[in-house]
């Protein structure tokens, strides 16, 4: 069984079109996030929800809107795209118990090429 | 502003050989770390993790060490097998919540 899923794996389009991430866990944690790697490697995290809410939100630009219709799910929006959002995208998710206990969970990555 | 950095992209060695990883970090709020493992077209999955009371835990194979002073952590993996090949992110939290990554040191092990 999948624990954290993500649709599609690949993704390709053009400049200027708008496209959604699809990101599912049956953990049923609590917590779950958005992250981006890009052509360095570096993983840096874009929105954090929890329970439906919104608890992190980096310097992302807002054509970037993730939508959580319910804990198990939270999908990424991303209108006008750009060059620069050819990237991994990286959904997670965590059970918020203790401080120390925190570790995410992560989706297969949805490599996402604009043209 | 990279907080979490591996200096080495790449890392050989030896089936049978000690490998370490290392990660340095900037923020000295961070007080829970954590090593995830890749493999390609996978997500990272969680390996080991250490909070700031600690300056080592072990599982199994794979240790972590923690140097606050020096800001500084390592993963030993002891004896290395050719399915650790992967890369290896470091990751730091102040808050419980929010991490930041390293860019990956990426192991391969030589049968």
């Known amino acids: 069984d999948t624990a954290v899923s993500q649709t599609p794996k690949y993704l390709v389009t053009q400049m200027g079109n708008d496209k959604s991430i699809k990101c599912e866990q049956n953990?049923?944690?609590?917590?779950m996030y958005w992250y981006k790697q890009d052509s360095k490697k570096f993983l840096k995290i874009m929105f954090s929800?929890?329970?439906?809410?919104?608890?992190i939100n980096e310097t992302v630009p807002n054509r970037f809107s993730p939508k959580s219709p319910d804990k198990a799910h939270l999908n990424l929006h991303i209108n006008s795209l750009e060059l620069g959002d050819s990237a991994v995208y990286f959904c997670?998710?965590?059970?918020?118990?203790?401080?120390?206990?925190?570790?995410?969970?992560f989706g297969p990555g949805t490599r996402l090429t604009v043209l | 502003d990279q907080q979490v950095k591996q200096n080495s992209p790449s890392l050989s060695v030896q089936e049978g050989r000690i490998s370490i990883l290392n990660c340095d970090y900037t923020?000295?709020?961070?007080?829970?770390f954590l090593w995830y493992k890749k493999y390609p077209a996978e997500g990272p999955t969680f390996l080991i993790s250490?909070?700031?009371?600690?300056d080592k835990n072990e599982d199994g194979r794979f240790t972590v060490f923690l140097n606050k002073s020096a800001k500084h952590l390592s993963l030993h993996i002891v004896p290395s097998q050719p399915g650790d090949s992967a890369v290896y992110f470091c990751?730091?939290?102040?808050?419980?919540?929010?991490?930041?990554f390293g860019t990956g040191t990426s192991l391969t092990v030589i049968p």
């Open positions: 997670a998710s965590s059970q918020d118990e203790t401080l120390y206990k925190v570790r995410q969970f």
């Open positions: 953990l049923g944690h609590d917590t």
């Open positions: 929800y929890n329970n439906k809410e919104l608890i």
């Open positions: 923020n000295s709020m961070f007080d829970y």
């Open positions: 250490i909070s700031s009371i600690k």
């Open positions: 990751a730091a939290s102040a808050t419980g919540n929010q991490f930041y």
